[in-house]
């Protein structure tokens, strides 16, 4: 059974402090890593995609890397607007009916204070 | 170009009720997805569509949830009766089958069972 777990559940840092989330898989096969930006009251928003270790992507203050069991994504210089749910997501390369399902971790919540 | 669209927003209602969610995919997306995210987790897969048909709906509770996709298009996520475990916020994502990966998802509809 595909699995996502995310570390730490919860993360407080003061502006400007960087640091970085976990998020270790156990898929059979990965097609794709996925994070993704959840606010309160909104549904999750797309950050990055992660096709294969080594690989990184970068978005204004963020770096998403993949290795062959976990992605990290780096936070520089967090500003409190940086502050939601941080969510990490897999899909399986199974073919067939299995295609493009998502399976999530519980989410990262991180908080920012100014 | 629009997002996913989802309605009502929130919903209360009270146990052994019957309840209707609505999403309309961005448009050209073949690919649709119901999720239920319960507080505290991340969203799991209840059934997805490819066009109108079925790809996958093995994690959909078949005695209470039900979901078509008429012409393709627009998507209904129905719950009777409902039970005090189905509050949750339910997602519906939709991603372009032939161009990438990404699933977009919408805002949610938070449904309360009291």
């Known amino acids: 059974e595909d699995q996502v777990t995310q570390s730490p559940e919860a993360l407080r840092l003061q502006e400007g402090e960087s640091s970085s989330l976990n998020c270790s898989y156990t898929v059979s096969g990965l097609r794709g890593l996925f994070w993704y930006r959840q606010d309160p009251g909104k549904g999750p928003e797309f950050l990055f995609t992660?096709?294969?270790a080594g690989e990184e992507k970068e978005k204004e203050r963020l770096k998403a890397t993949l290795t062959k069991k976990e992605s990290f994504l780096h936070i520089t210089a967090p500003k409190p607007e940086d502050s939601a749910t941080y969510l990490c997501?897999?899909?399986?390369?199974?073919?067939?009916?299995?295609?493009?399902?998502?399976?999530f971790g519980q989410g990262t919540i991180l908080t920012v204070h100014p | 170009e629009a997002g996913v669209a989802q309605s009502p927003r929130y919903k209360i209602i009270e146990k052994r009720q019957s309840v209707a969610f609505w999403c309309n995919p961005i448009?050209?997306?073949?690919?649709l997805y119901w999720y239920q995210q319960i507080l505290g987790q991340g969203p799991k897969l209840l059934i997805q569509?490819?066009?109108?048909?079925?790809?996958?709906d093995s994690q959909l509770p078949k005695d209470r949830f039900s979901a078509e996709r008429l012409k393709g298009v627009d998507s209904t996520l129905k719950i009777q009766p409902a039970k005090l475990e189905d509050s949750a916020v339910y997602l519906c994502?939709?991603?372009?089958?032939?161009?990438?990966?990404?699933?977009?998802f919408g805002p949610g509809t938070r449904l309360t069972v009291l």
């Open positions: 992660l096709y294969s």
């Open positions: 994502a939709s991603r372009d089958t032939h161009k990438a990966d990404t699933q977009y």
């Open positions: 448009s050209g997306h073949a690919t």
């Open positions: 997501a897999a899909s399986a390369n199974a073919g067939g009916t299995s295609y493009g399902k998502l399976t």
């Open positions: 569509f490819q066009n109108n048909g079925v790809v996958d």
